[in-house]
């Protein structure tokens, strides 16, 4: 059984970093892609970073330049690195597992690409 458990949120002014880690255990795949996602209230959980097994990351317009998305070799934990956060940045944020050939870019457009999600870490910034 494949399992997702994400760490690091919390509350921080504008302009501060945060990271976010994923412990990731459970799948023996040849093939995945590991995402972040996040969701505000009243808005639809979107996509912001993901990693694919040739190591090709994707971001999200709204995120380039600011957060780093990374994994460890072992594919067991990936992390998001993010700095000059941003009010809008406020969101519940998800990690993101599944197994297949496809890259990180076609995998980021669409959340219900992904089988596997963590119970989600609160990031909130503010003024």
């Known amino acids: 059984e494949v399992q997702l458990a994400e760490s690091g949120g919390g509350s921080v002014k504008a302009g501060g970093s945060l990271t976010l880690s994923c412990a990731a255990s459970?799948?023996?795949?040849?093939?995945?892609?590991l995402a972040w996602f996040r969701q505000a209230p009243g808005k639809e959980r979107e996509g912001i970073a993901a990693?694919?097994?040739?190591?090709?990351?994707a971001y999200d317009d709204s995120v380039k330049g600011r957060f780093t998305i990374s994994r460890e070799e072992t594919w067991n934990a990936v992390y998001l690195e993010m700095n000059s956060l941003k009010v809008e940045d406020t969101a519940i944020y998800y990690c993101?597992?599944?197994?297949?050939?496809?890259?990180?870019?076609?995998?980021?457009?669409?959340?219900?690409?992904?089988?596997?999600w963590g119970q989600g870490t609160q990031v909130t910034v503010s003024p």
């Open positions: 993101a597992a599944d197994e297949g050939p496809y890259g990180s870019n076609w995998y980021l457009r669409d959340y219900r690409r992904f089988n596997h």
């Open positions: 459970g799948y023996i795949w040849r093939r995945r892609c």
């Open positions: 990693i694919d097994d040739s190591g090709v990351t």
